[in-house]
């Protein structure tokens, strides 16, 4: 609800009260006409100032998205990702020395064929005590940021706004067996 709606709805809201006050058995047709108009224009105010529909899910990202009922937010767009998320970083553990001798290429691709799935960009929000998260963190610096900007064009918008890179690198943390660099035959060449 933007600040002109908010008034006119105000306004409209107390009228309908001062009429609540006014009414006694006397009251004449003429003024229930009156009274049922006033109360028509606060109706279509409200419709208007309610905007869509109620959420469907608790995602601020995606609040009329797809529902996920297992879904902490219930919200099946996210939680998708969150899943590929998880599955990446399992995979990124991997340590490529368990993999015996690549003499075809492994189905896990090299480390470098993947995308980087600890790169993150997390939308702050400035709550007044302390820097909070204010949406899904994304794998997309402007996806981030086009969320912030209308954020910021929101009806509320919070004080202030901050962009966080979260970068984790990979860490090697056992090697077994001595990686020579070996010359791979050619598969024709026999
Ligand atoms: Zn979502």
Redesign the pocket.
């Known amino acids: 609800m933007n600040h002109a709606q908010l008034t006119a709805l105000g306004r409209a809201l107390r009228l309908l009260g001062e009429h609540g006050e006014a009414l006694t058995a006397d009251t004449p047709d003429a003024r229930l006409h009156e009274v049922k108009a006033d109360l028509r224009r606060a109706l279509d105010l409200l419709e208007e100032s309610v905007g869509a529909g109620a959420p469907a899910?608790r995602?601020p990202?995606?609040p009329q998205?797809p529902v996920d009922e297992s879904a902490p937010?219930l919200?099946l767009?996210?939680e998708t990702r969150r899943r590929a998320a998880r599955r990446s970083e399992f995979q990124g553990s991997r340590p490529q020395a368990v993999e015996p001798v690549a003499t075809a290429p492994s189905r896990y691709g090299v480390r470098a064929d993947r995308p980087q799935p600890q790169q993150r960009w997390l939308p702050e929000a400035w709550n007044g005590h302390e820097w909070q998260l204010c949406g899904?963190p994304r794998r997309d610096r402007r996806e981030a940021e086009a969320y912030l900007a209308a954020q910021r064009r929101g009806s509320r918008p919070a004080m202030a706004y901050r962009l966080v890179h979260e970068f984790t690198d990979y860490e090697v943390l056992r090697i077994w067996g001595t990686p020579v660099q070996v010359d791979i035959e050619p598969m024709g060449n026999l």
């Open positions: 899910t995602c990202e995606h998205g937010d919200c767009l996210c899904t």
